[in-house]
């Protein structure tokens, strides 16, 4: 029952979220901030764990074709699919869990402990519009990063491949055109604004309805983290077997 319960509050949570809108003159400078900080904040982290797993996917796709009639280009077809299938997609979400939904869920759990949410109500503002609404919107710019992560995880791929001697460039060039179905950047980027949305939300259910004191926000940090990953990875499965299955 506290499953179903949790479940309810975080739907009356996200219901409530589109309700009674802040002005939109302040709600602009709210969005902008958040995209700094939850987008362009995270792109460093991004770029430079997309690049180190693109060179072991392709290292370790070398290391097991010790077949002589397995074409080598074969390496950069696996490292392509491995990367806009996965890595890219679900892998970063699951660090963006961390970093971003960790800030999320400090954030508005300080201010709920602080008692500025109560502030906020008493003013006859919606907290939750306040508060949650422009992290919503600044994560439909994920698939953004999403795509960069895709490129760079190829990049380093390649790097990677060339530096080892596995094959030529050309060779992993052609195997990254092989067989290329462009769907599967599409199913990526889907699974990208779903992710978004759920990092967005369930973060901030977990702040705004703490309880506690200060210590107990990074407890609820933790929490937000562990059940927003395994949100991400259930839905990982259920979008990968409507979408490709």
């Known amino acids: ?137 600044a994560m439909l710019f994920y698939p953004f990063i999403v795509a960069i992560a895709m490129y760079v995880g190829i990049f380093g791929g390649w790097v990677a491949n060339v530096l080892g001697n596995h094959s030529s460039s050309a060779e992993f060039v052609e195997g990254i055109k092989l067989d290329f179905i462009s769907f599967h950047v599409t199913y990526s980027f889907i699974k990208s604004v779903v992710f978004a949305f759920i990092i967005a939300t369930l973060p901030s259910f977990h702040g705004y309805y703490m309880k506690g004191g200060a210590l107990d926000v990074g407890k609820a940090s933790t929490v937000a983290f562990v059940w927003t990953s395994v949100v991400i990875i259930i839905l990982n499965f259920i979008l990968t077997q409507l979408l490709l299955g």
């Open 1 to 137: 029952m506290n499953y179903l319960s949790a479940i309810g509050s975080y739907a009356i949570m996200v219901r409530e979220v589109f309700k009674k809108p802040t002005k939109w003159a302040i709600m602009r400078n709210l969005i902008l901030k958040e995209i700094d900080e939850l987008i362009f904040g995270s792109l460093g982290i991004i770029i430079f764990i997309s690049i180190f797993i693109g060179g072991v996917v392709a290292i370790q796709t070398a290391l097991n074709l010790t077949n002589p009639l397995i074409p080598k280009n074969l390496i950069g077809f696996a490292t392509r699919q491995s990367v806009i299938l996965e890595f890219a997609p679900t892998f970063t979400s699951i660090i963006m869990a961390g970093k971003v939904g960790s800030y999320i869920t400090s954030s508005i759990g300080t201010m709920r402990v602080t008692e500025q949410i109560d502030a906020l109500e008493v003013m006859g503002v919606n907290s939750l519009n306040y508060l949650v609404f422009p992290k919503i919107i």
